[in-house]
C-alpha cells in the first residue's frame, strides 16, 4: 500500500522505509514523554538507512501455467479439480497404488453419514477422465528445482511389475494367485492379500500391481502363475523404476497425515492384543468392501462384540508422548462409529471414554448428541489409565471424572482413537520443497490468518491435513482455496520477482561458497570468472531475501539490499547519538 503511494508519487517504489510509531511507540509506551523520544529515534534510524538506499527494479519472467499437486487424497483432489476446471494443466502424484487417500478406507462420513465412496468415488473418476490432468500413481516426488512459475519436478515412478498400458483391471491374476501371505496396507493389516493385488474395487487406476517382497516369482525364482493367466500379456517381471520430469509453474502440497503406531501406547496393550484396534481398523470392519464384508468382529477370535469401549485421545494431547495438540476430528468418528455399531449390531452397547467433547462444526455437537440420546452411546468423562485381559474379555480401567469414581468395564472389543501425526516423509518432502515444517512435521503457512494456504517458498501452497489436522469440509475448503491461489497466480502473464535479495561482491568473494551451504532456497550457486576466480552466484528469480546468506559471509562480500552491513550500522550509530 505505501509502495505504490510513493511510487503514484513519480518515486521509486523501493525508496521507501517505515517507522512503525504506533505499533512499536502508541501503542505499548504510556509515558508521553519517553515515546516522544523513542519515536523520534526511530524517524532517525529510518532516515539513516533510507539515505543509503538505492532505487531497484523488479525483473518480470514468464511462467509455466501448469500446477503440480502432490497427494492424491480429498484435499489433492479437489484442488487439481479446481485447477483442471480453471484451465490449467495438472501433474498430480500419489505414492500409493491408487488415489482416495484416508477418505477411500472409511465406510461413512459426519455428520450426514453419507457413504464415503459415494461421495468420493465420482471425484476420483473425474480425475482419472479429466483432459487436462496428468495422473503418476505409485509415484513419489524425487527432487524439486527451480522457483515460482518455473520449477522442474523429478517424479521417481516405482516399478509395479505390471504394464498398466495393457492391464484391463480385470481381476484374474489377483483371483488366481497362489501367493497369499501379504498383510493388506489397505485393510490396515486385519487380513491377507494376494502379493498381486488391486487395493479396493474402485480402485482409480483400477490396475494391478506385484509386491516382489512377497511374490513367489521375485523370492523363490518361480511361479509366473500371473503372467500365464493374464488374458492381455500386462505382466512384465523385468520392469524397472523410471523417472519423469515435469515442468510446473506451482505447487500444491497435499500429503496428508499419518497415525500414531499403536505399539507406543504401552498402557492400553497396542500391538499386544488382538482385540485392541485402532478407529481405522474398525471403519474397515464397518466398510462392505473391507475384510469382513462389513460385518463386526472381534479380532481374536471372530466373535460378534456385544460391548465395544471406544477410547479418545489416544495419544493425543499428550505431552509425554509428544503429541500435546488436539487431533481434531476423534471425537467425531467416534461418535459415528457409535452409531453405525448400534445399526450393525442392534443388541450391542458402546461406551465412550473422552476427556472433552470437541465438536465445534456445523451439525456436530448435535450429532453426538444424537449418538448418546438416540443411539444409547454411555459417555465417560476420564481417562483410561490401563487396559488388560480377563478370559474372552477387556478389561478398560479408567476414571469417571464427573462421579469422582474408579470404572471399570469389560469389552469385548477396544477401539482406540489414535492420535493424528504428521505424514510419514513429511519432513523430507518438506526440505525437497524448502518449505517450513513445525516440531511435530506438519507444515507452517506463511500467516496462520492471512495466509493460511501459502508457504515462505513463493508458488508452494498447502491444503488438507499436512498443514495440521483437519476433518473433511476443512480439507476440501483447503483444497479449493489451494486452487484458487494458483488460479491468481497464472492469471498473469509475467510474473514479478522482488529485487530486495542478496547480492555477491566479485572483487571481495573468496570463493570459500559457505552461503551455498546455508542458503535454505538453493538459491547460490558456484560460478567461474574469464579469470578462473571460483565466486558465489545469487539466482536472482529463486532468493527470497532471507539475510542468512549475509550473516554466514566470513568477509562480508555477499549483502542484502537495503539491509548492507553499512545501512545497519548506520542506524546503530543513529540511536547511538547523544
Known amino acids: 500500500t505505501f509502495r505504490r503511494a510513493v511510487e503514484r508519487a513519480g518515486l521509486n517504489r523501493y525508496m ?34 533510507l539515505r543509503r538506499n538505492r532505487p531497484l527494479v523488479a525483473k518480470r519472467f514468464e511462467t509455466v501455467k501448469r500446477v503440480l499437486v502432490i497427494g492424491g487424497g480429498v484435499a489433492g483432489i479437489q484442488a487439481a479439480l479446481d485447477c483442471a476446471d480453471g484451465g490449467q494443466e495438472v501433474v498430480m502424484v500419489e505414492r500409493e497404488q491408487s488415489i482416495g487417500g484416508k477418505m477411500a478406507k472409511l465406510d461413512k462420513t459426519f455428520p450426514t453419514v453419507d457413504c464415503s465412496s459415494c461421495v468420493l468415488g465420482p471425484k476420483m473418476v473425474d480425475i482419472a477422465q479429466h483432459p487436462k490432468i496428468t495422473l503418476y ?16 519436478v523429478t517424479i521417481r515412478k516405482k516399478a509395479t511389475y505390471v504394464d498398466w498400458s495393457k492391464c484391463t483391471g480385470c481381476g484374474l491374476c489377483v483371483e488366481k494367485c497362489p501367493s497369499r501371505k501379504h498383510p493388506d496396507p489397505f485393510n490396515e493389516n486385519l487380513c491377507n492379500a494376494p502379493s498381486i493385488n488391486i487395493p479396493f474395487p474402485q480402485a482409480i487406476p483400477k490396475k494391478a500391481t506385484i509386491d516382489p517382497n512377497f511374490c513367489r516369482q521375485f523370492t523363490k525364482g518361480k511361479c509366473g502363475v500371473c503372467a500365464k493367466v493374464c488374458p492381455t500379456g500386462a505382466i512384465n517381471y523385468e520392469m524397472q523404476e523410471e523417472f519423469i520430469t515435469e515442468e510446473v509453474g506451482a505447487i500444491i502440497t497435499a ?16 500391538g499386544r492384543y488382538p482385540d485392541v484396534i485402532t478407529g481405522i481398523q474398525y471403519e474397515r470392519f464397518l466398510n462392505a468392501s473391507g475384510p469382513t464384508s462389513g460385518h463386526i468382529i472381534r479380532p481374536s477370535d471372530h466373535e460378534e462384540p456385544k460391548t465395544i469401549v471406544f477410547v479418545s485421545c489416544a495419544g ?7 503429541v500435546p495438540y488436539c487431533s481434531n476430528f476423534c471425537c467425531m468418528y467416534i461418535a459415528k462409529q457409535a452409531i453405525l455399531t448400534k445399526d450393525h449390531i442392534p443388541d450391542s452397547q458402546s461406551y465412550v471414554f473422552y476427556m472433552d467433547v470437541r465438536s465445534p462444526g456445523k451439525g456436530y455437537d448435535e450429532f453426538t448428541r444424537r449418538a448418546q440420546e438416540e ?3 454411555k459417555y465417560i468423562r476420564g481417562r483410561v489409565s490401563r487396559i488388560y485381559p480377563k478370559g474372552k474379555k477387556m478389561v478398560v480401567r479408567g476414571a469417571d471424572t464427573l462421579l469422582g469414581t474408579q470404572v471399570e468395564i469389560e469389552a469385548d472389543l477396544v477401539v482406540l482413537g489414535t492420535a493424528v501425526v504428521a505424514a510419514p516423509g513429511a519432513a523430507q518432502m518438506a526440505e525437497k520443497l524448502h518449505i517450513s515444517y513445525d516440531t ?3 507444515y507452517v ?15 508452494v501452497f498447502l491444503a488438507g491435513a499436512c498443514q495440521g489436522p483437519k476433518d473433511i469440509p476443512a480439507s476440501v475448503g483447503q483444497g479449493s482455496a489451494a486452487a484458487a491461489k ?14 530486495a535479495i542478496a547480492q555477491v561482491n566479485q572483487n571481495t568473494c573468496v570463493g570459500c561458497l559457505k552461503c551455498l551451504k546455508t542458503c535454505p532456497f538453493q538459491a547460490i550457486v558456484e560460478d567461474t570468472l574469464r579469470n578462473g576466480k571460483k565466486v558465489a552466484k545469487v539466482i536472482e528469480t529463486v532468493c527470497a531475501g532471507c539475510g542468512v546468506c549475509t550473516s554466514t559471509c566470513p568477509c562480508g562480500a555477499i549483502q542484502l539490499q537495503h539491509f548492507t552491513d553499512n545501512q545497519l550500522l548506520a542506524e546503530v550509530n543513529a540511536i547511538c547519538q547523544i
Not at 504510556?30 to 526511530?42: C, D, F, H, P, R
Not at 509415484?139 to 520449477?151: D, K
Not at 493425543?316 to 509428544?322: H, I, N, Q, V
Open 16 to 49: 521507501f522505509e517505515m517507522a512503525n510509531i504506533r505499533e512499536h511507540v502508541s501503542w505499548i509506551g504510556k509515558i508521553k514523554e519517553q515515546n516522544t523520544v523513542k519515536a523520534s529515534e526511530l524517524v532517525r534510524m529510518v532516515v539513516e538507512k
Open 137 to 152: 500413481t505409485c509415484s513419489e516426488v524425487e527432487s524439486v528445482g527451480g522457483y515460482v512459475g518455473n520449477f522442474q
Open 255 to 270: 500429503t496428508g497425515y499419518g497415525l500414531m503406531d499403536i505399539e507406543r501406547l504401552t498402557e492400553y496393550g497396542g
Open 316 to 322: 493425543s494431547r499428550d505431552k509425554s508422548l509428544g
Open 375 to 377: 443411539y444409547g452411546a
Open 440 to 442: 511435530f512435521g506438519f
Open 445 to 459: 503457512e506463511s500467516h496462520p490468518k492471512l495466509r493460511p494456504v501459502e508457504t515462505n517458498t513463493s508458488g
Open 486 to 499: 494458483v488460479l491468481s497466480l497464472f492469471s498473469k502473464d509475467m510474473l514479478e520477482s522482488d529485487p
